[in-house]
């Protein structure tokens, strides 16, 4: 579907995490589903996990599309090192179309962020050699957890200790397993499997567990052509992943414009 973005929703504020391809779309979407928080104009504060294009190839449509649709605050936009050039060399490759310089892209910092609704802690996670976040989100009746993609690591069950929701990439275990041990090294070292995360799951106890960021691979042969039904193998494939693992909270996939 649509590239990695997820949203924090507090009262009439929504505070993203990523933009992936299609995120003001999708948010759009969400909107016209009833949250308000979502219409494109009102999205005035994002995080980045890490730089990777699925990640961020929706940031000049998070930069520009809510600005043309009269988005009166600027953009804050908090991640890891190179972000403040990401933005620069955008608004420059953008010119063309912008009569002035967009103002208030804060500079990355790993102290966090706080306004009256949410404070937000970034901690440090693993994903290969590029330097990448999580973030913990905690308003007054809530604390969501965001792994962001990385190796299966105790920082992220510390950070998410008893939290409201844990929403975490995963990485299917009998898929990768039919891949080349190349393969099977290089994935080991940058996502989680599932019987990885339900280690994760096993120590942080969170009140719900929602998977995102699913990377499945193809161990599963379909030979129909429905492909959305063998999607659902997948999905329901990894959920028995992690529940034999031994996990026995409460767990679900998260889809499209899901809300929790």
Known sequence: ASGPSSAV??????????????VVRQAA???RNGIDALRPDRLVTAFC?????DHTAGYPDLIFTPWVLERKEPLRVFGPKGIRDMTEHLLKAYKVDIDFRINGFEKANEVGYRDDRVTVEAFPVSH?????????????????????D?????????KAKGCDIL??????????A?????????????????VDLAEIAKKARPKLLVT????????IQDNTVDVGAGMARRNEAILEEIRNAGYEGPLVNGMDLDVF
């Open 29 to 31: 979407k969400a909107y």
């Open 9 to 22: 929703v507090v009262g009439d504020r929504a505070y993203l995490v990523d933009f992936g391809p299609g």
């Open 128 to 148: 290969g050699t590029l330097e990448s976040y999580g973030f913990k989100f905690t308003t007054p009746d809530r604390v969501i957890v965001i792994s962001g």
């Open 167 to 176: 929403l975490h990439e995963v990485e299917y275990t009998a898929g990768l």
């Open 178 to 194: 039919a891949r080349e041990p190349k393969w099977q090294k290089y994935h080991r070292e940058v996502h989680t499997l599932s």
């Open 49 to 53: 996990t890490h730089l990777h294009t």
């Open 212 to 219: 995102y960021h699913r990377i499945y691979h193809m161990e």
């Open 150 to 158: 990385t190796a299966p690591l105790e920082i992220v069950a510390e």
